[in-house]
C-alpha cells in the first residue's frame, strides 16, 4: 500500500471528547470516527487492525478445537423471553412490520441453545464448542473511550456444550488457555480475576482486565499470594474481633430534621461516618432483611444474597420500609425494629461501640447504639464491598487496589440456559440429561482500544507486529531525490515480495510530517530512505525502543526480516509462557 492512497485523515488537535488515551491516539491517527455516542465508523487503519486480532483470535479458537459459526444480529423476543432476559434495560428492541419483537442480540447464549437443542441429541455428538465473531449491541446507559464501552461493538462469543461438570472444567481450560494466548500475541498481559456474573449467571467466572489508570473497575489484588477479583466479588478475611476499651454510654433518641443521608447525618451530628451504622433495608423473597454496614462502606448484595441462601436480593420498597420500620426512608435503624425483619452485619460492625444508628423514627437518629445491650445480629459476615487495605481471604497480607480495562469474561455456565430451554441429550444410560454449558466472551473492538491504551508514548501508539495496521513502514523523506526514491522503492517492492505487510509513505509532505504520522500510526519497523541512501544506506528504526541501525540498502530487506521474525517469536513466546502458566503475567 502506497501513503498516498491510504485513506487515514488524521489530526493534530487532540479532541475534546476523547478522555482516554486510546481514544485520542485511535481519533487522531484516523483508525476511528464518531458516528454517535458509543458507535463508530472503523476507517482502513481501525478495521485492518481488528481484522489482524481476529486472525489470531481464530487461530487461537480453532486451536482448541472450536467450530466457526455466524448467528443472527437480530433475535426474535421469544429466545430471550424463555430465560427471562427479554425485559433487561440494556436491549434494543425493535418491531418488524407485523408487529413481532425482536432485539439486537447483545449475547447469544439462547440462540446458540436454541441451535443445540434441536440438532444435537446423543452423548456420542460431545464435547462441542461453537463461537462467533460478530458486532453486538447494548444500550449502555454512558457509553465511553470510544471502543472501549459502546453501543455496537465487535465480540468473540463462545459456548462449550458438554456432558459433566469434569467435561466442562476441561473445555473452560482449554478456552482459559485460547484467551491467554490471544492477549499475550496481542500485547496485553491482563489480570485474570474472580467476578460477579451479571446479566449472563452460571456458576464460577473470571474476567481478563487489562491494568490501566484509566480503567473503569476496580481490581482488588493480594500482592502477596496474587489473589486478585473485581470489586464486586472480592472478599475480605477474616480477622479476630478487636472490640474497644471504651465504656457503654447511655442509648439516646436525638432529634435529625431532614438528615438522611450519611453526609447529611455525620455534618449534623459532628461524627465521623466511621461511627455509623448503615441499615439498608432489602427483600430476599418474602424475607424483609436488615443489613447493617459501616457508615463508610458500601454493602456488596451479591455477598448479602450468599449469605441468605437466595439468587439476589432487591432494596425494599417505601411501602415496605414504612411498615418494618413505622419510618420514612432514611432512617431506619436496628432498634426496635419490626420481629419479623433478620437482621445481619458485615464483620467489621462486630467490633463497635457507641455508635449512630436510624432512629426508626422520622428526623431521628440514635447515639450510642450498642450490639448485645440495645438489638440482636443474626449473623456476622463478610458483607461489604473490597477496599483498599482490606485483609486478604487468602493469605494474612492486606488487599491493594488497581483499576483495569475488562477485554475477556469466562463463565461455567452449567445447566442454567439448557434446563430453561428444555436442552438435553440422550446419555449412554438412556436417560435425558441438560447439557452442561459454558460461554466465553472476548471485546475484539475494546482491544482495539485496550492496547494502545497499554502500548503508547508521547509520539502514538506502539503496536504489536501481530496485530499492527502495517508491520513495516517505509519513509521516502524526498520523492524527488533519485537515490532516495529508488531506494524505497526497491525496499518496499522487496518486502511485499516477502509476505511483509507493508507500507510505502511516499507523500509530497515534508519529513516532518512523515515521521509523526508513521510514530503516531506506531507500526513496529520503520525504514527511512533518506540522505544517506546516496552512500548506498537506509536507517532502520524499531518504534517500541527508538534504537536507530544504518544498514546498506543491498541488507536492507535481510535486516527487516530478521527483525520482523524477532518480534514475531517474542510475541510466540510471551504466550508460549502463558499457556504453561496462566497467572504468571
Request: charge should be negative; proline fraction near 4%.
Amino acid at each position: 500500500m502506497r501513503a498516498s492512497q491510504l485513506f487515514f485523515p488524521t489530526l493534530r488537535e487532540v479532541p475534546a471528547e476523547a478522555e482516554m488515551i486510546s481514544h485520542r491516539l485511535l481519533l487522531r491517527g484516523g483508525f476511528i470516527r464518531k458516528v454517535a455516542a458509543g458507535i463508530y465508523d472503523y476507517l482502513p487503519l481501525g478495521y485492518k487492525v481488528i481484522k489482524k486480532i481476529e486472525k489470531v483470535v481464530r487461530e487461537e479458537m480453532d486451536a482448541q478445537g472450536a467450530q466457526e459459526i455466524l448467528m443472527p444480529a437480530i433475535v426474535p423476543a421469544e429466545l430471550y423471553q424463555e430465560t427471562g432476559r427479554w425485559n433487561l434495560d440494556v436491549l434494543f428492541r425493535l418491531k418488524d412490520r407485523n408487529d413481532r419483537d425482536y432485539s439486537i442480540g447483545f449475547t447469544h447464549e439462547e440462540v446458540v441453545t436454541d441451535i443445540i437443542r434441536r440438532d444435537l441429541r446423543s452423548y456420542r455428538q460431545l464435547p462441542l464448542n461453537l463461537y462467533q465473531i460478530q458486532s453486538k449491541g447494548r444500550d449502555e446507559a454512558r457509553p465511553r473511550g470510544g471502543t472501549v464501552r459502546g453501543r455496537e461493538f465487535i465480540m468473540l462469543d463462545a459456548y462449550s456444550f458438554d456432558r459433566t461438570w469434569d467435561d466442562l472444567d476441561r473445555a473452560y481450560d482449554k478456552m482459559y488457555a485460547a484467551f491467554s494466548r490471544t492477549f499475550a500475541r496481542c500485547g496485553l498481559a491482563p489480570l485474570v480475576v474472580e467476578a460477579e456474573s451479571g446479566a449472563i449467571g452460571g456458576k464460577e467466572n473470571q474476567e481478563y482486565m487489562v491494568v490501566a489508570d484509566s480503567g473503569e473497575d476496580i481490581i482488588l489484588v493480594c500482592e502477596k499470594c496474587g489473589y486478585a477479583a473485581n470489586a464486586e466479588k472480592a472478599e475480605i478475611g477474616e480477622r479476630p474481633v478487636k472490640k474497644s476499651d471504651d465504656e457503654l454510654q447511655p442509648l439516646e433518641l436525638v432529634d435529625t430534621p431532614n438528615a438522611r443521608t450519611i453526609e447529611q447525618v455525620t455534618s449534623f451530628l459532628k461524627r465521623s461516618p466511621k461511627k455509623l451504622v448503615k441499615t439498608l433495608i432489602y427483600k430476599a423473597g418474602e424475607q424483609v432483611v436488615a443489613a447493617l454496614v459501616r457508615g463508610d462502606r458500601d454493602l456488596n448484595e451479591a455477598k448479602l444474597a450468599s449469605m441468605l441462601g437466595v439468587k439476589s436480593v432487591e432494596m425494599a420498597d417505601p411501602e415496605t420500609i414504612l411498615r418494618v420500620t413505622k419510618a420514612d426512608v432514611g432512617f431506619a435503624g436496628p432498634v426496635g425494629l419490626d420481629k419479623s425483619v433478620k437482621i445481619v452485619a458485615d464483620r467489621e460492625v462486630q467490633g463497635m461501640m457507641n455508635f449512630v444508628v436510624g432512629g426508626n423514627k422520622t428526623d431521628a437518629h440514635y447515639i450510642n447504639a450498642n450490639i448485645g445491650r440495645d438489638f440482636e445480629v443474626s449473623e456476622f459476615g463478610d458483607l461489604r464491598v473490597a477496599s483498599k487495605g482490606d485483609p486478604c481471604a487468602r493469605c494474612e497480607n492486606t488487599l491493594t487496589t488497581v483499576r483495569g480495562m475488562e477485554v475477556g469474561h469466562i463463565f461455567k455456565l452449567g445447566t442454567l440456559y439448557s434446563e430453561k430451554m428444555g436442552a438435553g441429550f440422550l446419555d449412554d444410560d438412556g436417560q435425558e440429561k441438560p447439557f452442561i454449558m459454558g460461554c466465553y466472551g472476548m471485546g475484539v473492538s475494546r482491544m482495539l482500544a485496550a492496547i494502545p491504551e497499554v502500548n503508547s508514548d508521547q509520539d502514538g501508539m506502539v503496536w504489536p507486529i501481530s496485530v499492527a495496521p502495517f508491520e513495516v513502514v517505509v519513509i521516502l523523506l524526498n520523492p524527488d531525490d533519485e537515490a532516495q526514491c529508488n531506494a524505497a522503492t526497491r525496499l518496499y517492492e522487496e518486502l511485499q515480495q516477502q509476505g511483509v505487510d507493508v507500507l510505502l509513505d511516499e507523500r509530497d509532505e515534508r519529513p516532518g510530517v512523515k515521521f509523526k504520522d508513521t510514530d503516531l500510526m506506531g507500526a513496529p519497523i520503520q525504514v527511512v530512505a533518506g540522505r544517506l541512501a546516496g552512500e548506498g544506506k537506509v536507517e532502520v528504526r524499531l518504534r517500541s525502543t527508538k534504537s536507530k541501525e544504518e544498514i546498506s540498502i543491498d541488507d536492507a530487506t535481510a535486516h527487516v526480516l530478521e527483525l520482523r521474525r524477532k518480534l514475531y517469536q517474542e510475541s510466540e513466546d510471551k504466550a508460549q509462557a502463558v499457556a504453561v502458566n496462566p497467572q504468571l503475567h
